[in-house]
């Protein structure tokens, strides 16, 4: 009896389980990326640096000037 009982859970387990297990979907994949618009903060630093090198051309100069 203990050996026919042990073959019965044997069959369940592997053979009968598996069909009434579901199968796990996958998540869906990410959107992809969006452009990003980066012409507006890419002017702000041209116009920032473009300031900037006009500042310290200006004070190389004045301070050249100031010498002779």
Known sequence: MKNKLLKLLFFIAFFALPFFIK????????????????????????????AY?????????KEENEIF
């Open 23 to 50: 199968n796990a979907d996958a998540q869906p994949p990410p959107p992809p990326p969006q452009d990003i618009p980066i012409d507006g903060g890419l002017t702000l630093l041209i116009v920032a640096g473009a």
């Open 53 to 61: 090198g006009a500042k310290k051309l200006y004070k190389q100069q």
